[in-house]
């Protein structure tokens, strides 16, 4: 299958100083009262803790080529993913996606609704990633015989496991004809036969110059699908580069750290 | 039909279904429930106020059941619209989909519901005696019109609820005094003179009155009530998209 968006623009992702902010409370004030008695008390002002969770991130992706973003926990690699798949807005910088689609499998499962059947969710799941209503009916069956949840297809969501729930997730999701895919540790939870599977998707994708940004623990996979990797550490960039040396700039640094 | 317009107009219907179902799921009357429940309140509200109270409206339990479907459509969606983003976390946080349609299609819901709500009672009016002119033929234009109202509403509500989950507990109690302060069991002109031209402001007290007039009167609106709807149509959907707006950017931080 030849992608259409074969002549397009050179560069997939362009990610240029971009910065997020969390912020923490202090003290939690949930409600309207509070807020206002806080406003009026001087000394208990409505104060929260800045916090960068990322800080003037740069990168730049050609179209075809695959980023793996690692680090500890914590350091900003799922905020990433979820600025580059618009579900988070940056607070300084800019985002710019020149190639076609995203197809997003972040978090575990899809969850849309648990008294719903698995194909309801299924349907839900699939026209947000972007297949058509009629399409995604056509496809339902195959779509279910690839996640291994054919017999389960009438069985509300919630009685699924959660192994079930991202190989359902994650079945939809390479069904759309998407050009970058965004996968945040997706793979861990499947067993080992989804995970070949998957791995056997992830390897068809490139062939069709589709762009993988993965994030993962797993150096094997970082290095076995992604020409580049984004090292993360405190939401600073620590290295950016091939994967081969990022990923073992990383192994080494977490092994000279005496507590991990 | 154009990409774009084709995959929005997908995402809504799927999004709208999955409301209107999970609506009606693990109940064993289902939609049965949308019509038993304005007809139970219409024969309560009948017989407090025509035997107890010895109201003197003429046709007065089918003008009781447009009033309560009327202000049904408007509670419910307006209150379920408040919770529509709240209660549908992973669509929020765990994928990227409109926000707007989210809250909209919830809004759909109800809207379709509330047709239907009104389908099946037409008959009944009929049965109690109402002589239907064409003018009933005007009152999917009255739903619209409260549909756009609830979709501004539900876009304030659902924002400012994310933010300060006070806005729950406020707009129950607003419901609980506005269906006092619409004509649902009484008749407006109950109202003291003065207090009248600001009582007649409230726009739901426009839709209802203006539904009777279609269906019980057999007469056109009046022209203040299509002025009063419109108007303020028009502020709450502007106000709505303002605040959703300035409110939209933080949604997957507040979830």
Same mark, same amino acid.
């Given at each position: 299958m030849t992608s259409p968006w074969s002549f397009r623009a050179l560069s997939a992702i362009t990610i240029e100083n971009v910065w997020k902010q969390f912020r923490i409370p202090h003290e939690r004030r949930p409600n309207l009262l509070d807020y206002?008695? =806080?406003?009026?008390?001087g000394g208990k002002r409505y104060s929260y803790e800045e916090f960068w969770a990322l800080k003037d991130i740069n990168i730049k992706l050609e179209r075809g080529e695959s980023l793996g973003i690692i680090g500890p926990n914590g350091s900003g690699k799922s905020t990433l993913l979820k600025l580059i798949a618009g579900i988070m807005k940056p607070d300084k910088g800019k985002i710019e996606i020149?190639?076609?689609?995203?197809?997003? *499998?972040?978090?575990? =499962? *899809?969850?849309? #609704? =648990?008294?719903?059947?698995?194909?309801?969710?299924?349907?839900?799941?699939?026209?947000?990633?972007?297949?058509?209503?009629?399409?995604?009916?056509?496809?339902?069956?195959?779509?279910?015989?690839?996640?291994?949840?054919?017999?389960?297809?009438?069985?509300?969501l919630k009685n699924l496991s959660s192994g079930m729930q991202i190989r359902l997730a994650f079945s939809i999701a390479i069904q759309v004809e998407a050009d970058?895919?965004?996968?945040?540790? +997706?793979?861990?939870?499947?067993?080992?036969?989804?995970?070949?599977?998957?791995? +056997?998707?992830?390897?068809?994708?490139?062939?069709?110059?589709?762009?993988?940004?993965?994030?993962? #623990?797993?150096?094997?996979?970082?290095n076995g699908f992604c020409e580049k990797t984004l090292y993360l550490m405190n939401g600073e960039v620590r290295a950016l580069g091939a994967s081969r040396e990022v990923t073992s700039q990383y192994v080494m640094d977490m092994k000279a750290k005496p507590t991990q | 039909m154009n990409r774009n317009v084709r995959y929005y107009f997908d995402v809504i219907t799927v999004l709208a279904q999955k409301d209107f179902k999970v609506? /009606?799921?693990?109940?064993?009357?289902?939609?049965?429930?949308?019509?038993? &429940?304005?007809?139970?309140?219409?024969?309560i509200l009948w017989a407090v106020f025509s035997l107890l109270l010895r109201a003197s409206i003429p046709n007065f339990a089918p003008w009781l059941l447009v009033g309560l479907l009327i202000w049904r459509f408007f509670s419910i969606g307006t209150s379920q619209g408040l919770m529509s983003i709240l209660s549908?976390? $992973?669509?929020? $946080?765990?994928? /990227?989909? $409109?926000? /707007?349609? %989210?809250?909209? $299609?919830?809004n759909l819901a109800n809207f379709f519901g509330s047709a239907l709500e009104f389908l099946v009672m037409l008959p009944l009016l009929v049965i109690l005696g109402i002589d239907l002119k064409a003018y009933a033929l005007l009152l999917p234009i009255i739903l619209v019109l409260e549909f756009l109202l609830v979709f501004g509403l539900s876009l304030s509500l659902s924002s400012l609820n994310l933010k300060y989950r006070d806005f729950y507990q406020i707009w129950d109690i607003a419901?609980?005094?506005?269906?006092?302060?619409?004509? %649902?069991? /009484?008749?407006? &002109?109950? %109202?003291?003179?003065?207090?009248?031209?600001?009582?007649?402001?409230?726009?739901?007290t426009r839709l209802i009155e203006s539904t009777r007039d279609l269906l019980i009167g057999g007469q056109f609106p009046s022209q203040f009530d299509d002025a009063i709807i419109v108007l303020s149509i028009g502020v709450f959907l502007i106000l709505g998209f303002l605040i959703f707006r300035s409110l939209e950017r933080d949604f997957a931080l507040e979830l």
């Amino acid at each position: 299958m030849t992608s259409p968006w074969s002549f397009r623009a050179l560069s997939a992702i362009t990610i240029e100083n971009v910065w997020k902010q969390f912020r923490i409370p202090h003290e939690r004030r949930p409600n309207l009262l509070d807020y206002v008695a =806080g406003i009026f008390s001087g000394g208990k002002r409505y104060s929260y803790e800045e916090f960068w969770a990322l800080k003037d991130i740069n990168i730049k992706l050609e179209r075809g080529e695959s980023l793996g973003i690692i680090g500890p926990n914590g350091s900003g690699k799922s905020t990433l993913l979820k600025l580059i798949a618009g579900i988070m807005k940056p607070d300084k910088g800019k985002i710019e996606i020149t190639t076609g689609s995203i197809a997003s *499998i972040l978090e575990l =499962g *899809i969850g849309f #609704h =648990g008294d719903l059947t698995v194909k309801e969710n299924a349907l839900i799941y699939g026209v947000i990633m972007g297949l058509p209503r009629r399409e995604m009916r056509k496809r339902t069956e195959s779509i279910l015989d690839f996640a291994g949840l054919a017999r389960f297809q009438d069985a509300k969501l919630k009685n699924l496991s959660s192994g079930m729930q991202i190989r359902l997730a994650f079945s939809i999701a390479i069904q759309v004809e998407a050009d970058i895919f965004l996968v945040d540790e +997706a793979l861990a939870v499947g067993d080992i036969d989804f995970q070949e599977k998957c791995l +056997a998707k992830f390897r068809e994708f490139k062939q069709q110059t589709k762009s993988l940004v993965l994030v993962s #623990h797993n150096m094997d996979l970082i290095n076995g699908f992604c020409e580049k990797t984004l090292y993360l550490m405190n939401g600073e960039v620590r290295a950016l580069g091939a994967s081969r040396e990022v990923t073992s700039q990383y192994v080494m640094d977490m092994k000279a750290k005496p507590t991990q | 039909m154009n990409r774009n317009v084709r995959y929005y107009f997908d995402v809504i219907t799927v999004l709208a279904q999955k409301d209107f179902k999970v609506r /009606y799921r693990n109940s064993v009357l289902g939609f049965l429930w949308s019509l038993l &429940n304005p007809l139970a309140y219409m024969v309560i509200l009948w017989a407090v106020f025509s035997l107890l109270l010895r109201a003197s409206i003429p046709n007065f339990a089918p003008w009781l059941l447009v009033g309560l479907l009327i202000w049904r459509f408007f509670s419910i969606g307006t209150s379920q619209g408040l919770m529509s983003i709240l209660s549908n976390p $992973s669509l929020v $946080s765990k994928v /990227y989909v $409109s926000r /707007y349609a %989210i809250v909209l $299609s919830n809004n759909l819901a109800n809207f379709f519901g509330s047709a239907l709500e009104f389908l099946v009672m037409l008959p009944l009016l009929v049965i109690l005696g109402i002589d239907l002119k064409a003018y009933a033929l005007l009152l999917p234009i009255i739903l619209v019109l409260e549909f756009l109202l609830v979709f501004g509403l539900s876009l304030s509500l659902s924002s400012l609820n994310l933010k300060y989950r006070d806005f729950y507990q406020i707009w129950d109690i607003a419901l609980q005094l506005g269906f006092f302060l619409s004509p %649902i069991v /009484y008749d407006a &002109n109950a %109202i003291p003179v003065r207090y009248r031209f600001l009582y007649s402001l409230n726009p739901v007290t426009r839709l209802i009155e203006s539904t009777r007039d279609l269906l019980i009167g057999g007469q056109f609106p009046s022209q203040f009530d299509d002025a009063i709807i419109v108007l303020s149509i028009g502020v709450f959907l502007i106000l709505g998209f303002l605040i959703f707006r300035s409110l939209e950017r933080d949604f997957a931080l507040e979830l």
